[in-house]
C-alpha cells in the first residue's frame, strides 16, 4: 500500500460535489432516432411533421357532414346515400354533400366532412345511413396536427430517451436527435481471488460478480463499456492495467481500494502521477472509495471489492460524474420521514422496499457483502445528520 498521506475523507454530499467539479460535458453528436436510446437529449426536439398528418378517423364507421344532419328528429330523420369508402393510407376521392362514405380508423376524413360514426350506433336502411337527431362536428375525428404541430418543440434538452420517446418522435417525423456524446468506460476488477471463467480447480476463488454487476449498470444506461480481464494484486500490473485503460474517459476498478497488504491502488496511482481527490469516505457501506485524475484528464474511481459497497459507488459517484457529462442536474432524492440507525458523521446507505402506497420498510440484513436483499429491494434509505438535525432520503435503487 501507498505510504502518502490520504487527503482527509469528505462526507457523501461533498464528495458528490467533488466529482461534479471534476467532471465535464463531452459535446453534441448527432444520432439516428433508434440509436438514441437511453440517451440524453442536448439540444429541442422539433416535431417534423404535423400529427396526424391530416384529419382523421378515429373508428372504424361512416363520415359525413354533421351540418347534414340540422332539423333530424325520430319522425323526421335525415337520410344519408353510403357513397364510397375510404381506407387507411389511401387519398379520399371527392366527397358529394348530404351523403355519407364508409372510413377505416386511421384513414383520411374527406373534405366537407367533420364526423364519424362508429358502425355500431349505425343504422342504415336502403343504401342510407338513417340519423334522428342533430349532431355536433368532431366527434371520432383526429384533428391535423393536434398532438403535435410542424415546427413544434416536443422535448426539451436534458431529457433521457425512453421508447415511448422514440415512438413519439417516429410520429412527428423526426429521424434524428442531438444527444449528449457518452464516455468510454473501462471496467477493471482486481485481485488474485477474482475466478474467469468458473472453475473447480480453485475452491477458494470467488467469481467475478462487480465487472458484470456494473456492465450491467451502464447497459441499462445506454452505456456499453469495455469489461476487462482480472487484474492480479500486483502493484506493477495493476500499474500498467491502469495506463493501458487510460485513453477512456472513464477507468473504474473494483477491489483493492483498502489498505490492506495486498491493496497496491494508492501506490499504482502515484507512481503514474495520479491526483488523487480522496480516498474514502464517510459512509457506509462504501467508506474506501477512491476518486481522482489521471494526467491526461481520465476520471478514476477505485471502488471497493464488497458488491454492494461497488454497487454504491458506482450508482451514485460513477453516476454523478456522468449526469454532468449528459447535462443532467444532480440528484437530489426525496426528504422523507423514517426511522433508522444512526451513526455519528457518517452518512448509512439502507437497502429498502417502498410499496405501491409509497410505504417504506427497511431490509433486515445490511451487510455489504449480501446481495440477496438487492432482489427484494428497490430503493436506498439515505440517512445521514445535518445542523438542522436528522435527514433521510429515498432513491431509486439504480
Known amino acids: 500500500m501507498s505510504d502518502a498521506p490520504r487527503p482527509a475523507r469528505p462526507s457523501f454530499d461533498a464528495a458528490l460535489a467533488i466529482i461534479r467539479e471534476q467532471s465535464a460535458s463531452l459535446g453534441v453528436e448527432t444520432v439516428g432516432l433508434l440509436d438514441a436510446l437511453h440517451r440524453v437529449t442536448a439540444g429541442d426536439g422539433i416535431a417534423a411533421s404535423d400529427y396526424p398528418r391530416f384529419d382523421a378517423a378515429a373508428m372504424d364507421g361512416f363520415a359525413f357532414a354533421a351540418a347534414d344532419t340540422v332539423g333530424a328528429t325520430p319522425e323526421q330523420p335525415a337520410h344519408l346515400p353510403i357513397a364510397g369508402s375510404v381506407r387507411a393510407g389511401i387519398s379520399p376521392t371527392t366527397h358529394a354533400p348530404r351523403t355519407a362514405c364508409r372510413i377505416s380508423t386511421g384513414a383520411p376524413v374527406p373534405a366537407g366532412c367533420d364526423y364519424v360514426l362508429p358502425h355500431e350506433e349505425a343504422r342504415i336502411e336502403q343504401g342510407a345511413l338513417v340519423l334522428d337527431r342533430p349532431l355536433l362536428p368532431g366527434r371520432n375525428v383526429r384533428r391535423r396536427g393536434e398532438d403535435a404541430a410542424a415546427g413544434a418543440r416536443v422535448l426539451s434538452p436534458g431529457t433521457r430517451v425512453t421508447p415511448e420517446v422514440i415512438g413519439a418522435l417516429a ?116 467508506k474506501p472509495l477512491l476518486f481522482a485524475t489521471l494526467p491526461n484528464g481520465t476520471l478514476f474511481f477505485g471502488l471497493p471489492g464488497n458488491p454492494v459497497a461497488a454497487l454504491l459507488g458506482a450508482r451514485f459517484f460513477l453516476g454523478a460524474a456522468l449526469r454532468v457529462m449528459s447535462g443532467l442536474p444532480p440528484e437530489c432524492g426525496e426528504t422523507v420521514e423514517i426511522d433508522t440507525d444512526r451513526r455519528p458523521d457518517t452518512t448509512l446507505f439502507l437497502k429498502a422496499s417502498r410499496d405501491a402506497a409509497g410505504a417504506i420498510r427497511i431490509l433486515a440484513d445490511q451487510r455489504s457483502h449480501t446481495l440477496r436483499p438487492l432482489i427484494e429491494a428497490n430503493c436506498w434509505v439515505v440517512a445521514d445528520t445535518t445542523p438542522d438535525g436528522e435527514r433521510r432520503r429515498v432513491y431509486p435503487l439504480t
Open 171 to 286: 410520429c412527428y417525423g423526426v429521424a434524428a436527435l442531438d444527444v449528449a456524446r457518452q464516455p468510454s468506460i473501462t471496467l477493471l476488477p482486481t485481485g488474485d481471488e477474482l475466478l474467469v471463467p468458473p472453475s473447480v480447480a480453485r475452491p477458494a476463488a470467488i467469481f467475478d460478480a462487480n465487472s458484470v454487476m456494473l456492465t450491467a449498470l451502464l447497459r441499462e444506461q445506454g452505456i456499453e463499456p469495455l469489461r476487462a480481464a482480472p487484474v492480479s494484486d500486483d502493484a506493477g500490473q495493476l500499474e500498467r492495467a491502469i495506463a493501458a485503460a487510460s485513453d477512456s474517459a472513464i477507468v473504474v476498478t473494483t477491489g483493492g481500494a483498502s489498505g490492506g497488504d495486498h491493496d497496491h491502488l494508492g501506490r499504482a496511482l502515484a507512481r503514474l502521477g495520479a491526483q488523487v481527490h480522496f480516498h474514502g469516505v464517510r459512509m457506509r457501506p462504501g
